[in-house]
C-alpha cells in the first residue's frame, strides 16, 4: 500500500515530525534494532474502505533525538 493523501502534518501518536508514513492493509514485521534510517515507527490503525488499515509513521534519528526515552504521556518509549 501506498502512503495516503490525508495524512497530518504531525505523527498522531507521539505528536512529533515524521518523514514518511505507509499503509498496510496486511501483515507487517519492524525490526528498529540496528536501523540507520529511523529510529522509531508509531502505528496508527485507522479504517479504511475495504477494512481496517495500519498507518507506519516513520521518524527517523534527528525527529526522535537523543535524549532520554519518552513522549508526553509516557505513550512512547
Same mark, same amino acid.
Given at each position: 500500500?501506498?502512503?495516503?493523501?490525508?495524512?497530518?502534518?504531525?505523527?498522531? @501518536?507521539?505528536?512529533?515530525?515524521?518523514?514518511? @508514513?505507509? @499503509?498496510?492493509?496486511?501483515?507487517?514485521?519492524?525490526?528498529?534494532?540496528?536501523?540507520?534510517?529511523?529510529?522509531?515507527?508509531?502505528?496508527?490503525?485507522?479504517?479504511?474502505?475495504?477494512?481496517?488499515?495500519?498507518?507506519?509513521?516513520?521518524?527517523?534519528?534527528?525527529? @526522535?533525538?537523543? %535524549?532520554?526515552?519518552?513522549?508526553? %504521556?509516557?505513550?512512547?518509549?
Amino acid at each position: 500500500m501506498g502512503a495516503p493523501d490525508d495524512a497530518p502534518a504531525e505523527c498522531p @501518536v507521539c505528536h512529533t515530525d515524521y518523514e514518511s @508514513v505507509s @499503509v498496510h492493509d496486511e501483515g507487517v514485521a519492524v525490526n528498529l534494532l540496528e536501523n540507520e534510517r529511523y529510529r522509531r515507527i508509531c502505528f496508527e490503525p485507522v479504517d479504511g474502505d475495504d477494512g481496517p488499515l495500519l498507518r507506519f509513521y516513520h521518524h527517523n534519528h534527528e525527529q @526522535v533525538g537523543t %535524549g532520554k526515552p519518552g513522549t508526553p %504521556g509516557g505513550r512512547v518509549p
